[in-house]
């Protein structure tokens, strides 16, 4: 599957931005569908997940209560709403198909397939 993340940009600080990701290729519908982020001089780590179905989730406690993801099969895209950034959310954001159908990946190693990135960038 191959992947296009967008709607990435400059907000300020307790601001709002909606990321896109619009995948390509028959098995989005069945794969989980995750966000990562990686920071400069950090290493990626996890943000978010959603089932094949959108209606099993899972977040990391850093964006639980400020952030959700969601999907639509029909439009083949998963979404990340982003809401009360902080400056701490700044990073590049990328979106990522699960490995195997039907899973809720965790850990960068569930995801096979990667988007090119989008700069989030929280002003203070």
């Known amino acids: 599957v191959q992947l296009q993340a967008s709607g990435g940009g400059l907000v300020q600080a307790g601001g709002s931005l909606r990321l896109s990701c619009a995948a390509s290729?028959?098995?989005?519908?069945?794969?989980?569908m995750g966000w990562f982020r990686q920071a400069p001089g950090k290493e990626r780590e996890f943000v978010a997940s959603a089932s094949w179905s959108g209606g099993s989730t899972y977040y990391a406690d850093s964006v639980k209560g400020r952030f959700t993801i969601s999907r639509d099969n029909a439009k083949n895209t998963v979404y990340l709403q982003m809401n009360s950034l902080e400056p701490e959310d700044t990073a590049v954001y990328y979106c990522a198909a699960g490995t195997l159908p039907y899973g809720l990946g965790r850990n960068g190693a569930d995801f096979g397939s990667w988007g090119q990135g989008t700069q989030v960038t929280v002003s203070s």
């Open positions: 290729g028959r098995t989005f519908n069945t794969h989980d």
